[in-house]
């Protein structure tokens, strides 16, 4: 155990108690005096015109202050959404983002979009009065699917995006691979779909926004993963320059990604609150999130492998439709960036070529989910691995393992320009081979198979890059103040990553005080640290080494102030476990002590890069024949991310991350009907969430190469499960159905699409 573990031994957490006894503060406990309710009234079509939108008598209506339309928010400027595809495209491209007034105007484009906002006295009254809005449409055709939106004659989504393509971009170099697809001794084959999801946090969204008039500030309450991106994100929407948006949040329940833009919504918040000089407050219903809320994945792939004679890879070839849905998320080309820094997975695979077609679709925008492009490079790189070893007729260990990067290879550089720092494919490899027992499972499959099941194993080796954020440096302060006490502050947002216990510990190991002795702040209104959002799996990495390093700021500005007291000179003074001392005077001082005497302020940080966390999980999957109910019966988890901070908490969170993953494989789907566009599965009624018996047991374990990119050696690992289960649950399906001759299903691998394959099969004979 390393001594950043020590004072997390008894695996606690410190927001616990809070959060399960319903003492958090989320954003719909913000109250403000004389705040008023808002109510979006959302298009009932997937592509339609605006012909006309009567809100005449609604302004009548009792209770109504405001009714804002899309002309509203198009005079006032709200009309950018921020996107971050600012780099150039195939044949030097620039993406076509298109305008997206922050309440539709003219025309709508997806079920869900804002078209208007009703303010009034209560909830109810803005609910019952935008019933009541009249809107007249005339129907669009609508495109939800990429690929039919990207088709020649396909209908327009926008004046400004010929043929619904908003971006062209490529990786890698085409002619290389070419040539070494020429020679191969094989080349396997594949196209598969990444599907769409909705992420789905437990708390929906909320905001209240109130203006001051006299500063012509704005200040939010609103669940969000880190306030510097939102604060930037929403100048760059509305004009409003940053000094003039303060945000707070406390608890937010549930992120995944999904509460880090700046939506629309927010901006006609915005609107509102400076219209009717009254605090402006909105819910979101769970029906609104699934509409409006950015969903995830959504991604059509065909990849192509191609290896030598021995089973050597030699080039992989992939070209992705990235649905984006009807207008560019700020945060959606983020998937892109990820897929090129892993493209070539733990393998080495010396040419490599991409290229990314990104599609307006008439559906709810794309934006990052819990793993924001790693799951989906993951899933194409192991299914083309798995379908070499078939074709090769060999174990899918065995490939792996002939194909890994050595550890001598590393640093390693990726023909695709990422560097991997650290890793040790082998170790984790062997070790997860041992834990699942791979070489038993012939035994348990025959055992299975006389009990009339259909078992099969998946084996999974990724890895993923933590994101060099979306901030270039990241910063702590530490402030020891008048009563002893130390308090630091970050820029960083737990949504549930129990940030409140993990900085306390970073900090207290570099002090030598208990945890308990400090405290966090994330995301003081108005503070001016830099930092990332919490994206990315990079806290820990960033705001997390940032604590470190003001720690140890923090004592040796300690030692100077703690002379001054001590009538020494800082040279003679030393510092272990609280106490400033000298041992030639026998003189001393406390933390606390000197907080009292002389309150400190320091800040720390610095610029950390990417790093590469990597894991090898192997899954166990019993299918029941006469129904087709998949059963994962072993689930094994080896991951290295690093040195650990709290083992508790990233066991925790690898579990997390593997149920959410299982969520997409086993049932979760945001499914179009493909001619009106209108989502089917809009409900948890229909939208199939993992339940906590999906995988009864977990096993997991840890195997740690230290990174040099962070002072306390860490890496993430808040994605590290999804990025792995999505491949391994897959495969070990797949593997299940083989003897039948099933060789290729989509995702969700549900009980009736698990069953009608059986038939078919047995049809075909
Ligand atoms: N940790 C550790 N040692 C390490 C790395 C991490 O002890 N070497 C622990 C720390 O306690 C840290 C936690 O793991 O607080 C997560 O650390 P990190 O990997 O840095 O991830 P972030 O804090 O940046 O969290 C982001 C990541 C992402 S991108 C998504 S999406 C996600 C996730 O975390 N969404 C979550 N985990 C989630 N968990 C919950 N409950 N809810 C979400 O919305």
Redesign the pocket.
Known sequence: MDQHASH?ADNRRVEDVRLITGAGTFAADWQAAGQLHACFVRSDRAHAEIVALDAAQVRAYPGVRLVLTGEDAVQAGHLHAPHAFTYPGRNGMKARAPARPALAARRVRFVGEAVALVVADTAAAARDAAERVRIDYRDLPAVPLAEDALAAGAPQLHDDVPGNCAFEVEAGEEAPVAAAFAGAAHIVHLKVESTRVAPS?MEPRACLVVHDAAQDSYRFNVCT?GITALRKQLSDYTGVPEDKLVIEARD?G????Q?TPAYPEYCALMLAARATARPVKWVSTREEGFLADTHGRSNIIDGKLALDGDGRFLAMRLDWINDMGAYLSPVAPGHIRNTVACMTGVYRIPALYETFRVALTNTTPIG?????GRPDIAYIVERLVNAAAIELNMDAADLRRRNFIPLAAFPYKTPTGSTYEIADLRGVFDKALKLADWVGFAGRRSKAAAAGRLRGIGIATVIEN??PGNSPIDEAEIVLDASGTITVYVV?K??????E???P?IVANALGVPPANVKLVECAPGTQLRGSA???????????SACHLAAQKLIEEGKALAALELNLEPSQVDYAQGVFSSAESKRRITLADLGKAKPLAVKGGGAFGATF?NGCHIAEVEVDPETGRPEVVSYCAVDD???????G??E??LH??VVQGAGQVFGEHMFYDRQSGQPLTASFLDYVMPRAGLIRDIRAEEYATPSKISP?????????GCTASVPVLVAAVMDALRPLGVTHLEMPLTPSRLWQAMQAAAIRG
């Not at 990052?368 to 924001?372: E, L, P």
């Not at 737990?494 to 940030?499: R, T």
């Not at 991310?641 to 083992?647: M, P, S």
């Open positions: 997390a946090p993963q937010v549930g992120g995944f990604g509460r990052s989910y819990r793993g924001a933590t994101g960083a737990s949504q549930g990553q129990s940030h216990t993990t900085y510990i919490t994206t990315g799996s990079r806290s820990t990495v960033g705001a997390g966390p991310c690093g040195v650990i901070i709290h083992h908490i990233v925790g969170q997390g991350g306390l050696g860490v890496k993430g690992v808040g994605e590290s």
